[in-house]
C-alpha cells in the first residue's frame, strides 16, 4: 500500500548534537516527498520538498535526500538548537487528487 | 505567501449540539482542500477531499453524514461536526493545495474541538 514510516520519538538531544530522523515510504511511482514541522500549540508547516529521485531538499539547516534505491527521504540537520524542538512529519503525496499521507510524526526535544 | 486562514482556533461545546469549522483561503484560490484530524500527540489523519462545487470524498471509516463539508467557493470550505460528542474531541486542520508545479500545500493552524 502508500504509506510513510518514521522512526519512532521522542529523540531528546543536546544542543550542537548533529539529528537524523528517519522516513521510509511504500510506494508505486516517485511520489514527491515532505517533511513537515509543527511547533507547540502550532499548525503545520513545511520543512522541505523532494519532487523527484535524487533531489535534496534543504531549509534552516534541515536536509533530505530522495533515494529511490532504498525508498528514504530522511531529515538531518548537523547542529540542532533548542529552537528546533518540535514535531516534525514526513509526507508522501497519494492518490488522484495528491492527497498528503503522513508518518506518526516524531516529536524532537533538544536541550541547552 | 499561500495562507489558509482557520477559524475558530478553539471551541466547547455540548454533546449533541453541531460546530461548524471555517476554512479560507486568503490570496488564492483553492480548488482541492484536505480535512485531517489529530490526536494528542499522533499524527494526521486525512478525513476527507473536499472539492469546490462537488462531493467530498470521505477515508475509509469517516462518517460522511457526522462530519459534514462543504465547499461552496474557491476560498471556503467548511467543516461541521454534527450532534457532537465527547469522542470526537480532536484537533481538526485544513490544508489546500496552492496548486502549480510546485505541488504546495498550505495549513491551517487548526481548530482544537472540545466536547463536554
Known amino acids: 500500500g502508500n504509506s510513510v514510516t518514521q522512526m519512532e520519538g521522542p529523540v531528546t538531544l543536546s544542543e550542537e548534537a548533529f539529528l537524523t530522523i528517519n522516513c521510509t515510504y511504500t510506494a508505486t511511482g516517485y511520489p514527491s516527498l515532505f517533511w513537515y514541522v509543527q511547533y507547540p500549540g502550532e499548525g503545520l508547516q513545511l520543512l522541505l520538498k523532494a519532487t523527484k529521485a535524487d533531489d535534496k531538499g534543504s531549509n534552516k539547516g534541515f536536509e533530505a535526500t530522495y533515494r529511490k534505491e532504498t525508498t528514504s527521504f530522511h531529515l538531518e540537520k548537523g547542529s540542532v538548537q533548542v529552537s528546533d524542538s518540535a514535531v516534525y512529519f514526513c509526507?508522501?503525496?497519494?492518490?488522484?487528487?495528491?492527497?498528503?499521507?503522513f508518518g506518526a510524526g516524531t516529536r524532537l526535544a533538544v536541550h541547552p | 505567501g499561500a495562507v489558509v486562514s482557520q477559524h475558530p482556533s478553539r471551541v466547547i461545546c455540548k454533546s449533541g449540539t453541531s460546530v461548524k469549522i471555517e476554512c479560507r483561503s486568503l490570496?488564492?484560490?483553492?480548488?482541492?482542500m484536505f480535512w485531517y484530524r489529530q490526536f494528542p500527540k499522533q499524527s494526521l489523519m486525512l478525513m476527507a477531499t473536499?472539492?469546490?462545487?462537488?462531493?467530498?470524498?470521505?477515508e475509509q471509516g469517516v462518517e460522511k453524514d457526522k462530519f459534514l463539508i462543504n465547499h461552496a467557493s474557491l476560498t471556503l470550505s467548511t467543516l461541521t461536526v454534527t450532534s457532537a460528542h465527547p469522542e470526537d474531541s480532536s484537533f481538526y486542520i485544513c490544508?489546500?493545495?496552492?496548486?502549480?508545479?510546485?505541488?504546495?500545500?498550505?495549513f491551517g493552524s487548526g481548530t482544537r474541538l472540545t466536547v463536554v
Open positions: 490570496d488564492f484560490q483553492a480548488t482541492t
Open positions: 490544508s489546500a493545495r496552492t496548486g502549480g508545479g510546485d505541488y504546495g500545500y498550505t
Open positions: 473536499s472539492n469546490e462545487g462537488s462531493k467530498a470524498t470521505y
Open positions: 509526507a508522501r503525496q497519494s492518490g488522484g487528487y495528491n492527497k498528503l499521507i
